[in-house]
């Protein structure tokens, strides 16, 4: 069954929730630039307060090794998500110095290859679409048709596919794509960083039904 993953966690209530509902996967976004940074005390709290079962994924971009790895000890993660313009070079060093899962974000545009990601030294790969204004949580589907079906012969084991999921349609890319997990921010939010509980519990079903 496809795992689910509730990005851009900011506070305990929505974290309960999604878990409560289902999710597998929480996303703590490190990036300040984002809309849905959390600082590190402040996810270590929350993480403190959620069940061991649940998995805790910190999401950074571009972020110096040695602060990553110390966010991620401080914090308690169990998985450490890349999601800006890391090189292989850079995801080969984090593997060597640590045993934390680690997850890479592909930004998908019209002419992106999906061949070109199977060399990279990560655990898994996440395929979010491109922006030119930021690293994720656009809301926007893939502007390639066909690249969920290419997920499916490449990568069904350990993609996440995200970029434009909410609680339509996620079952429909679920049965096209067969991903290791689906990763949803935008699309079960009031506003960025403040989740709708009814959309989060919708979104959660819907995929595991799929």
Same mark, same amino acid.
């Given at each position: 069954?496809?795992?689910?993953k ?9 974290a309960?929730?999604a ?8 996303g703590?976004? &490190?990036?300040k ?12 709290e ?27 000890? &401080?914090?308690?993660?169990d ?30 545009t019209?002419? &992106?290859?999906?061949a ?5 030294q990560?655990?898994?790969?996440? &395929? ?5 204004h ?9 502007a ?67």
């Amino acid at each position: 069954m496809t795992r689910v993953k509730i990005c851009g966690i900011t506070n305990l209530e929505d974290a309960l929730h999604a878990t409560n509902c289902g999710a597998d996967e929480l996303g703590f976004n &490190f990036f300040k630039s984002s809309k849905r940074y959390l600082s590190p005390q402040d996810a270590s709290e929350i993480i403190s307060e959620l069940p061991v079962t649940s998995g805790k994924i910190g999401v950074f971009v571009n972020e110096p090794i040695d602060s990553l790895l110390w966010i991620a000890e &401080f914090v308690g993660l169990d998985a450490i998500q890349l999601h800006g313009d890391e090189d292989m070079t850079y995801v080969a060093d984090l593997k060597e110095r640590t045993k934390k899962t680690v997850i890479k974000a592909f930004r998908v545009t019209p002419t &992106f290859d999906i061949a070109e990601v199977l060399d990279w030294q990560c655990d898994f790969q996440l &395929f979010d679409t491109y922006s030119v204004h930021q690293y994720g949580g656009t809301g926007k589907r893939f502007a390639q048709e066909d690249f969920l079906f290419q997920i499916y012969l490449w990568l069904p084991c350990s993609a996440y596919i995200a970029g434009g999921l909410t609680p339509d349609n996620v079952a429909e890319a679920i049965r096209e794509a067969d991903p290791y997990a689906v990763d949803v921010a935008s699309g079960v939010e009031l506003e960025p960083g403040r989740k709708d509980s009814r959309k989060v519990e919708a979104f959660i079903r819907n995929a595991k039904n799929a």
